[in-house]
Nanobody, 122 residues
Framework: QVQLVESGGGLVHGGGSLTLSCAAS????????MGWFRQAAGKEREFVSRISAGGLPRYADSVKGRFTISRDNAKNTVTLQMNSLKSEDTAVYYC????????????????WGQGTQVTVSS
């Protein structure tokens, strides 16, 4: 059982930056794809970014060029650096872990954090 704990959410003005972090309990963390999904009020959960076990990132088109995902296998952490934030980035952000598959789909991830709120004021 992998436990994921997110931190770093909050309120920021449009154009600002936030860094989300996720700490994983699993000692085999390096075997997992790690990623981030988000869910805005009244909307479906959507893919934001993921990073493979080998460190290969992928991004949703809506965040490409603004967000950067990274992982530190020695510390069992994954980080999402979010720059040039827009009001449409406002959502609850979830850290996820999985073994692979269609990694832009929620179904590829077996483990989810509790979520952290990101609010971008316009």
């Amino acid at each position: 059982q992998v436990q994921l704990v997110e931190s770093g959410g909050g309120l920021v003005h449009g154009g600002g930056s936030l860094t989300l972090s996720c700490a994983a309990s699993e000692r085999t963390f390096s075997d997992y794809y790690m990623g981030w999904f988000r869910q805005a009020a009244g909307k479906e959960r959507e893919f934001v970014s993921r990073i493979s076990a080998g460190g290969l990132p992928r991004y949703a088109d809506s965040v490409k060029g603004r967000f950067t995902i990274s992982r530190d296998n020695a510390k069992n952490t994954v980080t999402l650096q979010m720059n040039s934030l827009k009001s449409e980035d406002t959502a609850v952000y979830y850290c996820v872990a999985g073994r692979g598959g269609l990694t832009t789909s929620p179904s590829a991830y077996d483990y989810w954090g509790q979520g952290t709120q990101v609010t971008v004021s316009s």
